[in-house]
């Protein structure tokens, strides 16, 4: 499944749902486990859509979009995360 996704690129709104909701239940698994590597290779997928399909005015959009990430998903589930 890694494999596969790591060559995955996400190409429309519902996919990039799909990917977030995705990312929800594995974001805080160890970095270092099929998970943990899942869930970097979907912020990585959903990061690229987002540069894409939702231009921001800052330049450093891609630097920001794993913080933005984290953020909402610290929301959600307010356990504590390890990156």
């Excluded at 995705?22 to 290779?41: H, K, T, V, Y």
């Excluded at 231009?55 to 891609?62: A, G, L, R, S």
Aim: glycine share 2%; charged share 30%.
């Amino acid at each position: 499944m890694i494999k596969k996704l790591a060559e995955k690129k996400i190409t429309n709104d519902q996919e990039y749902e799909t990917a977030m909701k995705w990312l929800n239940p594995i974001f805080n698994a160890d970095p270092e486990s099929p998970e943990g590597i899942e869930a970097e290779q979907l912020v990585n997928l959903i990061t690229e859509f987002e540069i894409i399909h939702y231009p921001h005015p800052e330049k450093e959009v891609k630097k920001n979009t794993s913080e933005i990430i984290f953020k909402i998903m610290s929301i959600r589930n307010p356990a504590p995360c390890q990156i």
